[in-house]
Each structure stands twice: as C-alpha cells, then as structure tokens.
C-alpha cells in the first residue's frame, strides 16, 4: 500500500529533496504504543433506534490529512450468527434465506463494504452440511435439524455475484454459553466424544459454558478438518477464527485432565508452565489449520481476529505477536481496536501503531477492528456520545499506518438509525 504522509511545513530555501526526507522523519514519530483491556462485541444493539445526538465535533474525519487507501483495501462488515436467524417456518424456506441474505449484502455493499465475514460456526455447528458439526439451531430453532438446503452455498454465490469477498467466521472451541443453544445435538462433537472412550476429556464442561479442548492433538486435528471441510468444498475467499480461545481467567480446572496427561509424558522440569503450553496449543491449532486450509484452496486466506490487547489475549492462550512475526500461522491478523482516542489506558491512536510494529512476517496483512457498535452509546463513560465521526478518524489514524484494511463490527450497527450519520462519514471514506 502507498500512503502519502507529507506535511505542509515548508522552507523556502530547501532542496525537494531535503524537504522530503525531513518529512518522511517527521511522520514515522507519529505515534506512540500502549495496552488495555478489550472485549469483542456478543450482542446486536439494533434495538437501540434513536435520532443522533447532536454532534460537539467536526462532523468530518480530522486526524491523519492526507492519508489515501490503497485499491486493494480490506473494507469488511462481520455478520454474526444471530444476524442470519430466521425463525419458525422461514427458517427452512430457502428462497425467504436468499432474500434475507441478499438484503444483508446490498445493504453492506451499499456502505462501502468489499467483503463479509460471515459466522458460519458459532457453538460447534455449522451453517452448511458437514461431518463433522450438527446443523446450526439458525436454520432450524433446533440444532441438528437439517432445513434441506445449504445457506453457505447460497451466501457464497450471492456474495460473489455482488462483487464481494466471503470469508467464513468460525468460534474453533465454543459448544454452549449460559444454556444457549439449549439443545445439542447428537452429532455434536460434546455428544460425540462423550460417547468414545479414546477421546474422553476432549470436550469439557467449565463454569457457564461447555468447551472442546486444545490440549489434545486429537481436538486440534478435529478443528483443523472441519475449516478444511469448508475451504474444500467453498469457494470462500477466506476462514478466520474469533477471539476465543481459552476461556477468560479460565482455571486449572477447565484442563485438569489433559495438562496431566502432557505432564505426565515429560520428565521433571521439561513440562511447560500451563500458561506456556496453552500459548502452544493455540499455536499449533492455527498452524494445522493454516496447513489444512491452503492444501485445500490455496488462494483463500487464514486469519485471526484476537482482543486488541496483548496481555489480555495471552490469558486467553493466543500469543498473537508470534502469529505477527512468524510465518505459516496466519495470512492476516486483525486486532479488535475497539477503543477512542481518550482511552486512559490504551488509545486508540498509540493501539494502532503498538499492532503495526508487531507485524513483520513477510506476506501477514494487518486490518484492523472497528467497534461501530459502541457509536451513538454511553460505552467507555460516554466517550463515544457526542461524536459522529469517530470511526472515520480511526480510519485515516490507521492509515496512516500502513495497514491492509478495517473490519467493522457490526453490519446490524449499520442500520442503526442513531449512526446514520457516522456510517455516512464512513462511506465518505470508502470511496
């Protein structure tokens, strides 16, 4: 990507060349580093269907004049699983889906979006026929029930015919959360492993939620197959996991099992400390599936979107910067940079460049995540109230970086009535 960063500081008397290269100094001390704690979004805030408040800002983007995007820019909406809920009858109506969905894509395409990331696996199902998940209660109220037809192929076809890329979301561990879905299905990986003595443990049951674990190969070779299932037999443009992995402050219960059985296989003193060997499970399983993925369709990308904190993320087991800096575990990273600029802790500006400096394996792009569903709220003590185009400052902030691109959370945050007029600022900008 090219990115103009000139200045309109001037010396009458310098040479062209002098005065470039003190500019190009000037921008690269643009900006400084820091951390704070992230969280992705887990809920739609469509009810939230308010006038905007007026704005105390400039209504147009202010940070980083001049900075361009490249033609290639990455410029995606997620759409989560619960967006692509129909219920009752139309849920197995196919041609009601295919209406429903094309709606979704228009109305994206419309706003400046390039590509979706669609939730196709949100709790070890499948929005697509697999062997390796149950149907997902999306397409049916019951996991398990087939709608007798496929919403991938339907959404990967209409997705291109637009003249977007898809790529497919995918939770690698999650089965249940607080009771939700409320039936699993036979065929779901908690009931299967259940059911076979040589894979007891590989699905645990852990405070409000039940989960596949990464300690045992077998489990990680499981998820690997199932993303190359979908590069096989898809066109998709690309496959990415969310940001859960282990479970958050997640205790030595959640692994009991399985870090016994490694420890066990090690001699005293060569076992890694939980923490480390976590951080190693995450990092195999996303190297099987980088493999898995590109000896099935090589041209479709494998990424990650992990919390925009670091620290937070290697609780969780993602040792994200490895992922930035080595190659064959990602093809694209993008953090979720869901903070304002007055964050006390960790701005967004100085997020943006502690990101950037991470990623140097050759060929890794950097997009970056946008939380538009903090627009028009009173999240981070209202920092985001009295603003309508925050989003588009963070755009050209992190431009002026050099990343890849912006994914935004969430399409159903587009049509929020109360952001009307940050969208549009937005699409100033994706044009």
């Known amino acids: 990507m090219v990115i103009s960063l000139f200045h309109k500081h001037r010396q009458a008397a ?3 060349m002098l005065a470039l290269a003190v500019l190009a100094t000037m921008a690269a001390k643009q900006f400084g580093t820091g951390k704070q704690s992230a969280k992705a979004a887990s809920q739609s805030t469509t009810a939230a269907v308010k006038a905007a408040a007026p704005s105390t800002q400039s209504s147009q983007p202010t940070a980083a004049v001049g900075a361009k995007a490249s033609s290639t820019e990455m410029r995606a909406v997620w759409v989560p699983y619960y967006t692509l809920s129909l219920s009752g009858k139309s849920a197995k ?11 979704i894509v228009q109305n994206a395409k419309a706003r400046g979006m390039n590509a979706v990331v669609v939730h196709v696996r949100a709790f070890s199902d499948a929005m697509y026929p697999s062997q390796y998940y149950p ?15 496929d919403p991938l192929k339907d959404m990967v076809s209409i997705t291109h015919a637009a003249g977007l890329q898809f790529h497919a979301w995918l939770n ?16 779901n990986p908690w009931n299967l492993f259940a059911k076979d003595p040589a894979k007891a443990g590989w699905a645990v049951s852990y405070e409000s939620g039940k989960y596949l674990d990464p300690g045992f190969e077998g489990v990680r070779r499981y998820i690997a197959a199932g993303a190359a299932e979908i590069a096989k037999k898809y066109a998709v443009d690309g496959i990415q996991f969310d940001d859960y992995f282990y479970p958050e402050d997640g205790g030595d219960a959640f692994d009991a099992v399985s870090y016994k059985a490694y420890c066990a296989g090690k001699k005293t003193g060569q076992a890694l400390s939980r923490a ?24 479709a990308a494998f990424g990650v979107s992990p919390q925009g904190n670091l620290q937070n993320d ?8 490895v992922w930035c800096r080595t190659s064959g575990y990602v093809d694209y990273i993008c953090p979720q940079v869901y903070y304002n600029y007055n964050n006390p802790i960790l701005p967004y500006d100085k997020a943006v460049q502690t990101w950037r400096s991470l990623v140097t394996a050759k060929g890794i792009k950097l997009y970056f995540g946008l939380g538009l569903y903090k627009a028009d709220s009173g999240a981070d003590s209202g920092a985001w109230k009295d603003s309508t185009n925050t989003i588009a400052r963070q755009i050209e902030t992190a431009r002026t970086q050099r990343c890849d691109g912006f994914m935004i959370f969430s399409y ?9 007029q940050e969208v549009e600022n937005v699409m100033k900008l994706f044009q």
């Open 135 to 149: 149907w997902s209660n999306m397409t049916g109220n019951t996991q398990g029930v087939n709608p007798g037809y």
């Open 172 to 187: 690698p561990l999650r089965v249940q959360l607080n009771g939700s879905p409320s039936i699993l299905a036979q065929n």
């Open 314 to 321: 290697k609780k969780i087991g993602a040792d994200a910067a």
């Open 276 to 299: 480390e060997w976590r951080c190693a499970n995450i990092n195999d399983l996303l190297s099987k599936t980088y493999r898995a993925v590109k000896e099935n369709r090589p041209q």
């Open 93 to 103: 109506d196919e041609n009601a889906f295919i209406r429903y969905y094309t709606e």
């Open 412 to 420: 159903e945050d587009l049509l929020v009535p109360g952001r009307k």
């Open 14 to 16: 310098a040479l062209l």
